[in-house]
């Protein structure tokens, strides 16, 4: 796996759903909540001291966020070759329809339109599944006949056969390593017809074991058979595979080039433009260094091709960006951890062979997200730390933010939902998530992407040797690095905490998730497959399992319902250093066997009764368990001659016109 880095929103959902007491700056008459659909919430986020950025760092903000927007369309056909021309379809029959909006066929369309836009496709964004329409074939038949001549896209008929045929197209990303990884996933980065086997041949024949700096094989290409039978591959790129989406990047890349805050940042944006240009992984290399090597700028950005879940294989980047600013007060606490970088290094419980011996370049930040685009929208991470490649990490080092604005979003939403009554065993103990949560959630996610990413060492040739288990065991490396040093007392010594039974509340919430409440996010009888969701079960599951006998874990059960009860918090400490060293060498020695068994014992399968129990508990709340953004609305206000004299920001757009305008304004691949 050449993917190491974020941290999905949803990892942190129970910060999310309970009542963490902490200080807003968030006037109260701000409406978080933009809708609610399906088992969705989409929320607003602010964007604080945005005014006070420079004339030339909003101008930096608005291109780049233009260049963000501009890459949606690219997601969408990565998740699925069908999701273009369904969306067209799905906005055509919405916004042309005559009937009673009210109606219950309508608004199970809209419900299922809402659902593909959250997904980026027809597939849930999580589970990967395809969605169900609650409408009835007749109607939407009825619908596209009353649409105006050109309205619909030609391959209507195909379009409503994927809609109502739960077979075709069913799974997005398939893990089950049983069958053929490519051939049952959806996604559209391998053509149809090409084979798992065929593709790994591939990428054996021209992998190069012994080089120590390797490209990032198949980040930006759709693996295809040539006219001549042979594997090849097509490029993402100008000229190539979504030439007219990335031209209009490399237009407004180039815009904010103009507005860069120094020498170092347009020399950034320059090679970003020369890899999109080229397609030369080489290049995105040599960008990354730089990126990663630049702790100056106060604005910041992510924008290509880098997170791999959509890949069942782990090697396509699906396309994402985020625009950024750096929140100078809240960064004095990543600061402070990456500054002891190698003190976490070096007294890590993992074997001193997996070690790094010296921690180079590791710079942390807290960051307030200006855009959220392609991969990280809706749905966005709340912690990132790139780049991937673990050589550049290793001789160039990692650059890792928390989003504070959209972690305090999630906050500020879920005042007063009931969790903490529903699920947590005693008044003491919620007590503790009150005043502790949002801290130590913090800080989990600080030292999660500042540090845990950036731990550790791989045995040359030992990338993508876990396979289709490398972002649930990645994930759980640097979880469990930061949920044992959560209760180190080097946090108490450093500031970052002001009590030594603070860390209690993390580990509480923490486990009560892996075990229990992240199932609400499950449908009865499907497995675990999210990458995320297996890293926390596995991690939950082995403490209990391996804590039995000293019942550092307990089930309670009490008036028919099930708690989770810690007796000994130090203990479960142990534990988790433990299972950190066993996840670090099978990270870095490539041990699939282990990992593979590892995932299948504790991560995969789901106790029906537990599951049920969880649901109905759920039901009483009616939480969303998924949620989700929408964007601001930048504008840029010009004088008479055309000139940009400010840029302002507004956060009233709703979430059907906010996807009615992307789909409108950015519809590059047309």
């Given at each position: 796996m050449?993917?190491?880095?974020?941290?999905?929103?949803?990892?942190?959902?129970?910060?999310?759903?309970s009542?963490?007491?902490?200080?807003?700056?968030?006037?109260?008459e701000?409406n978080?909540?933009?809708?609610?659909?399906?088992?969705?919430?989409?929320?607003?986020?602010?964007?604080?001291?945005?005014?006070?950025?420079t004339?030339?760092?909003?101008?930096?903000?608005?291109?780049?966020t233009?260049?963000?927007?501009?890459?949606?369309?690219?997601?969408?056909?990565?998740?699925?070759?069908?999701?273009?021309?369904?969306?067209r379809?799905?906005?055509?029959?919405?916004?042309?329809?005559?009937?009673?909006?009210?109606?219950?066929?309508?608004?199970?369309?809209?419900?299922?339109?809402?659902?593909?836009?959250?997904?980026?496709?027809?597939h849930?964004?999580?589970?990967?599944?395809?969605?169900?329409?609650?409408?009835?074939?007749?109607?939407?038949?009825?619908?596209?006949?009353?649409?105006?001549?050109?309205?619909?896209p030609?391959?209507?008929?195909?379009?409503?056969?994927?809609?109502?045929?739960?077979?075709?197209?069913?799974k997005?990303?398939n893990?089950?390593?049983?069958?053929?990884?490519i051939?049952?996933?959806?996604?559209?980065?391998?053509?149809?017809?090409?084979?798992?086997?065929?593709v790994?041949?591939?990428?054996?024949?021209?992998?190069?074991?012994?080089?120590?700096?390797?490209?990032?094989?198949?980040?930006?290409?759709?693996?295809?058979?040539?006219?001549?039978?042979?594997?090849?591959?097509?490029?993402?790129?100008?000229?190539?595979?979504?030439?007219?989406?990335?031209?209009k990047?490399?237009?407004?890349?180039?815009?904010?080039?103009?507005?860069?805050?120094?020498?170092?940042?347009?020399?950034?944006?320059?090679?970003?433009?020369?890899?999109y240009?080229?397609?030369?992984?080489?290049?995105?290399?040599?960008?990354?260094?730089?990126?990663?090597?630049?702790?100056?700028?106060?604005?910041?950005?992510?924008?290509?091709?880098?997170?791999?879940y959509?890949?069942?294989?782990?090697?396509?980047?699906?396309?994402?960006?985020?625009?950024?600013?750096?929140?100078?007060?809240a960064?004095?606490?990543?600061?402070?951890?990456?500054?002891?970088?190698?003190?976490?290094?070096?007294?890590?419980?993992?074997?001193a062979?997996?070690?790094?011996?010296?921690?180079?370049?590791?710079?942390?930040?807290?960051?307030?997200?200006?855009?959220?685009?392609?991969?990280?929208?809706p749905?966005?991470?709340?912690?990132i730390?790139?780049?991937?490649?673990?050589?550049?990490r290793?001789?160039?080092?990692?650059?890792?933010?928390?989003?504070?604005?959209?972690?305090?979003?999630?906050d500020?939403?879920?005042?007063?939902?009931?969790f903490?009554?529903?699920?947590?065993i005693?008044?003491?103990?919620?007590?503790?998530?009150?005043?502790?949560?949002?801290?130590?959630?913090?800080?989990?996610?600080?030292?999660?992407?500042?540090?845990?990413?950036?731990?550790?060492?791989?045995?040359?040739?030992?990338?993508?040797?876990?396979?289709e288990h490398?972002?649930?065991?990645?994930?759980?490396?640097?979880?469990?690095?930061?949920?044992?040093?959560l209760?180190?007392?080097?946090l108490?010594?450093?500031?970052?905490?002001?009590?030594?039974?603070?860390?209690?509340?993390?580990y509480?919430?923490?486990?009560?998730?892996?075990?229990?409440?992240?199932?609400q996010?499950?449908?009865?009888?499907?497995?675990?497959?999210?990458?995320?969701?297996?890293?926390?079960?596995?991690?939950?599951?082995?403490?209990?399992?391996?804590?039995k006998?000293?019942?550092?874990?307990?089930?309670?059960?009490?008036?028919?319902?099930?708690?989770?009860?810690?007796?000994?918090?130090e203990?479960?400490?142990?534990?988790?250093?433990?299972?950190?060293?066993?996840?670090?060498?099978?990270?870095?020695t490539?041990?699939?066997?282990?990992?593979?068994?590892?995932?299948?014992?504790?991560?995969?399968?789901?106790?029906?009764?537990?599951?049920?129990?969880?649901?109905?508990?759920?039901?009483?709340?009616?939480?969303?368990?998924?949620k989700?953004?929408?964007?601001?609305?930048?504008?840029?206000?010009?004088?008479?001659?055309?000139?940009?004299?400010?840029?302002?920001?507004?956060?009233?757009?709703g979430?059907?016109?906010?996807?009615?305008?992307?789909?409108?304004?950015?519809?590059?691949?047309?």
């Amino acid at each position: 796996m050449k993917k190491v880095l974020i941290a999905a929103a949803m990892a942190s959902m129970l910060a999310a759903t309970s009542c963490s007491k902490t200080e807003t700056t968030q006037p109260q008459e701000f409406n978080y909540v933009a809708d609610r659909f399906a088992d969705i919430e989409v929320l607003r986020y602010k964007v604080p001291d945005f005014e006070n950025l420079t004339l030339n760092q909003k101008k930096l903000v608005y291109f780049l966020t233009e260049a963000a927007l501009w890459g949606r369309d690219i997601l969408w056909d990565q998740n699925n070759s069908n999701n273009l021309a369904m969306r067209r379809l799905l906005e055509a029959v919405y916004t042309n329809y005559q009937g009673d909006r009210n109606s219950a066929e309508f608004k199970a369309f809209e419900t299922y339109m809402k659902q593909v836009w959250f997904g980026n496709g027809i597939h849930h964004h999580y589970s990967t599944d395809k969605f169900t329409p609650g409408f009835s074939r007749e109607f939407l038949a009825a619908q596209l006949e009353a649409l105006p001549e050109g309205a619909a896209p030609e391959n209507t008929a195909e379009l409503v056969e994927v809609i109502f045929n739960p077979t075709l197209d069913a799974k997005r990303v398939n893990q089950d390593a049983s069958v053929d990884l490519i051939t049952s996933s959806a996604n559209n980065m391998y053509a149809p017809g090409v084979t798992q086997a065929e593709v790994e041949a591939y990428y054996n024949s021209i992998r190069k074991p012994d080089d120590l700096t390797p490209i990032s094989y198949g980040l930006n290409t759709r693996v295809e058979r040539g006219t001549d039978g042979k594997i090849t591959e097509n490029t993402y790129k100008v000229g190539g595979l979504y030439s007219a989406a990335i031209e209009k990047i490399v237009e407004n890349l180039d815009s904010a080039r103009q507005y860069a805050e120094n020498d170092a940042q347009r020399q950034i944006i320059g090679s970003l433009i020369d890899f999109y240009t080229s397609g030369d992984l080489a290049t995105f290399d040599k960008y990354s260094i730089e990126w990663a090597e630049d702790t100056i700028s106060q604005v910041d950005f992510i924008n290509g091709f880098i997170e791999t879940y959509g890949d069942p294989l782990g090697m396509t980047g699906s396309w994402e960006s985020i625009v950024n600013f750096k929140n100078i007060p809240a960064s004095a606490r990543t600061e402070t951890l990456s500054a002891e970088a190698q003190w976490f290094e070096d007294n890590s419980p993992v074997d001193a062979a997996f070690k790094k011996n010296k921690v180079k370049g590791v710079s942390a930040k807290v960051i307030t997200a200006a855009i959220l685009a392609g991969d990280a929208y809706p749905a966005t991470p709340i912690g990132i730390n790139l780049p991937n490649a673990n050589w550049i990490r290793a001789a160039h080092g990692s650059k890792s933010v928390t989003i504070e604005n959209i972690t305090q979003a999630y906050d500020e939403a879920s005042h007063g939902n009931g969790f903490n009554e529903e699920f947590v065993i005693d008044e003491e103990t919620a007590a503790l998530l009150d005043n502790y949560l949002f801290i130590t959630d913090n800080l989990h996610t600080d030292l999660h992407e500042c540090l845990g990413h950036g731990s550790g060492k791989l045995m040359p040739g030992k990338e993508d040797a876990l396979k289709e288990h490398g972002s649930a065991i990645e994930e759980a490396r640097a979880d469990l690095f930061a949920l044992y040093y959560l209760a180190d007392p080097k946090l108490i010594e450093m500031g970052l905490l002001d009590n030594p039974e603070a860390y209690k509340a993390e580990y509480y919430k923490y486990i009560l998730n892996g075990m229990m409440t992240q199932l609400q996010r499950i449908e009865p009888g499907k497995d675990v497959e999210e990458a995320h969701m297996r890293n926390r079960k596995l991690i939950a599951e082995w403490a209990y399992e391996h804590g039995k006998d000293a019942n550092v874990i307990e089930l309670v059960k009490r008036d028919g319902k099930t708690y989770i009860k810690i007796n000994d918090y130090e203990a479960l400490r142990g534990l988790f250093g433990q299972l950190l060293a066993e996840i670090q060498r099978v990270r870095s020695t490539g041990d699939y066997a282990a990992a593979n068994e590892l995932i299948n014992a504790y991560a995969v399968k789901v106790d029906p009764e537990m599951h049920r129990e969880v649901l109905d508990r759920y039901a009483t709340l009616n939480i969303a368990p998924y949620k989700g953004f929408v964007n601001p609305v930048y504008t840029a206000v010009r004088d008479q001659n055309g000139n940009i004299t400010d840029i302002t920001v507004d956060y009233t757009e709703g979430y059907v016109d906010q996807m009615l305008r992307y789909g409108r304004d950015y519809n590059a691949l047309k």
